[in-house]
């Protein structure tokens, strides 16, 4: 089992459309959950941090999280085009500040 | 904009070579960590410094090695370089502890031919 898993994807959705991406971990000790955007050739840009359960809301962006499933997502409402990239899911090394990525999800938005 | 900086952006080596990356950190960062990212992959952890010591490592060989500065730079040596080392290699800087950010720099494009 991966330590991190995301469903590669594509995920399309239509323009306007609330996008859903889910990431699930294995240690049940990680405390720091991020989510990173990447464009295509460019590096990872944070978009969303997550610590506690619950869910956590930052403009058009809300992270879940639910430690008791090993499972958080990221909801993106008013999808635009411009949304258009990879999202990493990330979560800390247990009891460190280091980070286990998941491949990734491409999500594409259409006009 | 992140404030951290790597150089150079490419680089062409051919196999066997040794390649030296640099990176700066945000103003007032005190951990780097170094990624390698290979195409349709998740960045993969290579090793993490904090004031100047290694601060925990990943699973790459010994021909993977590092080196952090007064000042918070850092440096990632590779040598004998494989086909396989071919990825973009990510620099991120942070205050350290777990809830902190990593804020990742633009990258170095590596090509081992």
């Known amino acids: 089992q991966k330590e991190v898993e995301q469903n590669s994807g594509p995920l399309s959705v239509p323009e306007g459309a609330i996008a859903s991406l889910n990431c699930t971990y294995s240690?049940?000790?990680?405390?720091?959950f991020f989510w990173y955007r990447q464009y295509s050739g460019k590096s990872p840009e944070l978009i969303m941090s997550i610590y506690s359960n619950g869910d956590k809301e930052d403009g058009r962006f809300t992270a879940q999280l639910n430690k008791a499933s090993q499972y958080v997502s990221l909801l993106i409402r008013d999808s635009q085009p411009s949304d258009s990239a990879t999202y990493l899911c990330?979560?800390?090394?247990?009891?460190?500040?280091?980070?286990?990525f998941g491949t990734g999800t491409r999500l594409q938005v259409f006009p | 904009e992140t404030g951290v900086t790597q150089s150079p952006t490419h680089l062409i080596k051919t196999r066997g070579q040794q390649v030296t990356l640099r990176c700066s950190s945000q103003?007032?960062?005190?951990?780097v960590s170094w990624y390698q990212q290979a195409l349709g992959q998740g960045p993969q952890f290579i090793f993490q410094?904090?004031?100047?010591?290694?601060?925990g490592r990943g699973n790459f060989p010994p021909r993977f090695s590092g080196l952090q500065f007064p000042n918070y730079s850092s440096e990632l040596n590779v040598n004998a370089l494989e086909l396989d080392d071919s990825a973009l290699y990510l620099c991120a800087s942070s205050l350290g502890g777990r809830t902190n950010i990593q804020y990742f720099g633009a990258g170095t494009r590596l090509s081992v031919l």
């Open positions: 240690d049940r000790g990680s405390q720091s």
């Open positions: 990330a979560v800390n090394i247990r009891n460190t500040d280091k980070l286990i």
């Open positions: 410094y904090y004031r100047e010591e290694e601060n």
């Open positions: 103003s007032g960062h005190n951990t």
